[in-house]
């Protein structure tokens, strides 16, 4: 295979709704560019994309390909994505190693909620958009109604290059704007049947022609001089009008095309090699240290490994982006993620699972290999010369959360290394081993997500799971002060045990200073700190702990044990054991014994004192809360805001954007196990929603007194 250079490489993401026919668009591509010889059917399961087991258990894309195809001169990298928000985690990364976004719709829905989620991934990155519009041989097909969407959307920049002659299922032909002329194909498709347009349409084809050049013109000045004194441009220059307009996203251009029966993805093609952006067209990217790194082939070699896949029989195929230089079989590369030497036995350029051999991959390209020893998904290779990291690709957070335990508790080991090795083909399934919740918590996008990954492992790793609705974070706090002392006293046989600790708690506001002089059913107690230590916690908030001892009624030697039992209690708090936070604790007296006294005792004297104080302190649970962003078709938004209200959520806000509305509101994770699921079936799968944590709250009063009652009744036979 011929070695292509940074400007002869186009680097492209294909992205679009679930069911817009991505994966059938894929095969034609692959069909027109001799890389397959026949194309394949999701139907038969025989497609270069979704090719692994549970794609063709569900029939959804869960996991993003990577293909290449050669067309005239030109290398063309796609990466062809799940459409369903919860693999939203594939589409994000395909389009930070990518440059352009070839967004597909269905013609027969125009925009949905997932082309928004896209585009917005799209701006964030700020990368070039080509709409285009498939499905053009279905009944319910409207390619007018698309457009006019897409510019209540986007605004003027949606640009159209073709529109089809005869929507639905006789369609066979569509106008060319941009080389004014009219395709038409034969029933099996393929190569097209080039002519002039026919006059009745004449009019229409020129009207959409000058509003392209128009807007190809806009992106040069030379170019928009040229179109004032002429009123038109030549076919080279409308595409370099239109690749500038591409790279500053001031142009989206709109194509056609029924993937299925193969028409309109040859020419398709053409216009991705001869006007989409090369990577050497685009901006630098940036590694770990801020730095631009130059798209050069001839600096020092660096590699950023964006995708595992875990394969039958052959294990992990790893693919990478050729960030600098060049790489070649044999070479010696350091890991700067984990300090490690790699070497590259074996390099590959792919379509799915197909896999092509190659010699040498320059800066910009994209490749694959197996095989490597310790090299996992968001590391950096590079010759030894530099140091470079890349770290660019940011995750939406996590919206479904389930604990997770094998049915076979032997089998728990082997289930979370299984669940690790799956989060390196999606980062967007995490693991987490919760010390407060005492559960295996598995995160991740939504319940299709987390059932795909359930799937996996009982067919691929034969592991039986459950999964669980996960406990909630709570946290306690106290609302007033109390005071409390407690001796602890123990004698069997020899040395014994004593310790007794008075203390006061608060609440512990950083704005509000300690009082002087606490008073406590009539009496005073004045307080003079001689030393202060304050806490950070790792789960929130602070812990202040004040040593106002008077008269050596404590030896300072046992202020630390002290502290130790009241973080253990902080650490499992007297209402629910769940953590404690924002308490300041004031040891202002006790007693000791000379012989038997010791930190044992005081900490056992100090936590039980402490425990005392908090629950006579007005103790409050607190409940974590979300802030959760909706976007819902305008003629669901009642039945969402209705729903988050039945939830305990506040609507904060909401914003309406030409048929769709962004619902802006505050809820209770609790109120958020089902939500994804739930939101599903409200809005028929047409919304999409992030959340994100806030802050903590109160809980009602009710829901506390429920929580205190159950904890009781869990350990009432607890010392």
Not at 315 to 328: C, E, L, P, R
Not at 378 to 387: P, R
Request: charged content about 30%; overall charge negative.
């Amino acid at each position: 295979m011929k070695v292509y250079q940074s400007n002869e490489i186009k680097n492209i993401a294909l992205l679009g709704n679930d069911g817009a026919g991505k994966t059938t668009l894929t095969e034609a591509l692959l069909y027109e560019a001799g890389i397959i010889q026949r194309r394949g059917r999701i139907t038969q399961k025989n497609t270069v994309s979704d090719y692994f087991p549970v794609e063709q258990e569900y029939g959804y894309s869960v996991f993003s390909t990577v293909f290449h195809t050669e067309w005239n001169g030109k290398k063309l990298n796609i990466i062809d994505c799940p459409g369903t928000d919860d693999f939203a985690g594939a589409a994000i990364t395909a389009l930070n190693v990518t440059d352009t976004a070839l967004l597909l719709i269905n013609g027969q829905y125009g925009p949905e909620v997932q082309t928004q989620n896209h585009f917005r991934y799209t701006e964030e990155l700020e990368k070039p958009v080509i709409f285009l519009v498939n499905q053009l041989d279905s009944d319910k097909c409207d390619f007018n109604m698309t457009i006019e969407r897409l510019r209540e959307l986007y605004g003027p920049k949606v640009v159209p290059v073709q529109y089809p002659l005869n929507e639905g299922p006789d369609f066979n032909a569509l106008i060319d704007v941009l080389l004014m002329k009219k395709y038409s194909w034969k029933p099996e498709g393929g190569a097209p049947i080039i002519e002039d347009i026919p006059a009745e349409e004449h009019d229409r084809a020129m009207e959409l022609h000058r509003a392209l050049v128009e807007a190809a013109a806009e992106n040069d000045e030379t170019l928009m001089e040229k179109f004032f004194e002429a009123e038109s441009l030549t076919e080279d220059e409308m595409r370099e009008g239109i690749r500038k307009g591409l790279v500053t996203r001031s142009i989206y251009p709109v194509f056609c095309v029924c993937a299925y029966k193969d028409m309109g993805v040859r020419r398709l093609m053409e216009f991705l090699g001869n006007v989409v952006p090369f990577v050497s067209d685009m901006p630098k990217p940036v590694n770990a240290a801020g730095e631009e790194v130059a798209l050069d082939s001839n600096g020092p070699a660096a590699l950023y490994f964006f995708k595992t896949a875990n394969e039958p029989h052959i294990g992990d195929v790893q693919y990478f982006k050729v960030m600098s230089g060049k790489v070649h079989e044999g070479d010696d590369l350091t890991n700067n993620d984990r300090g490690s030497k790699e070497r590259l036995s074996q390099l590959f350029v792919c379509a799915g699972a197909n896999r092509t051999k190659v010699e040498e991959l320059v800066a910009g390209d994209i490749g694959c290999t197996v095989k490597l020893k310790d090299v996992r998904t968001g590391n950096t290779l590079t010759a030894k010369e530099v140091d470079w990291r890349f770290d660019f690709i940011e995750y939406p957070d996590p919206k479904y959360i389930r604990s997770v335990k094998p049915e076979n508790e032997s089998e728990s080991e082997k289930m979370m290394a299984a669940i690790q090795k799956m989060s390196q083909e999606d980062p967007t399934w995490i693991l987490e081993q919760s010390k407060e919740l005492k559960q295996t918590l598995i995160k991740g996008q939504g319940e299709f997500h987390l059932r795909t990954l359930k799937w996996r492992l009982e067919n691929n790793a034969k592991i039986k799971v459950k999964f669980e609705e996960p406990k909630i974070p709570y946290r306690e706090t106290i609302t007033k002060s109390a005071r409390a002392d407690y001796r602890h006293k123990k004698q069997s046989g020899g040395a014994g045990q004593f310790g007794e600790v008075h203390l006061i708690v608060e609440p512990y506001d950083e704005n509000t200073p300690m009082p002087a002089v606490y008073k406590f059913n009539g009496q005073e107690y004045k307080i003079t700190a001689k030393g202060e230590e304050i806490v950070d916690l790792e789960w929130g908030g602070k812990l202040v702990f004040v040593n106002s001892i008077v008269g050596g009624s404590i030896d300072a030697r046992f202020l630390p044990a002290i502290l130790k039992g009241v973080m253990s209690r902080m650490e499992q708090g007297p209402l629910t054991g769940s953590y404690a936070r924002d308490v300041r604790v004031i040891v202002y007296d006790g007693k000791m014994h000379p012989v038997d006294s010791n930190e044992l005792s005081f900490m056992l004297a100090g936590r039980h004192a402490f425990s005392e104080a908090f629950k006579a302190a007005g103790p409050k649970l607190l409940e974590p809360i979300y802030d959760v962003e909706v976007l819902v078709p305008s003629d669901r938004m009642g039945d969402v805001m209705s729903d988050l209200q039945g939830r305990r959520g506040m609507i904060v806000g909401s914003e309406s954007s030409k048929g769709y509305d962004k619902l802006i509101a505050k809820v209770p994770l609790k109120e958020l196990s089902n939500y994804s699921t739930s939101l599903s079936s409200i809005t028929g799968g047409r919304a999409s929603f992030t959340m994100k944590f806030s802050n903590y709250e109160l809980v009602p009063t009710d829901v506390q007194q429920k929580l205190v009652k159950e904890f009781e009744e869990q350990n009432k036979d607890e010392d």
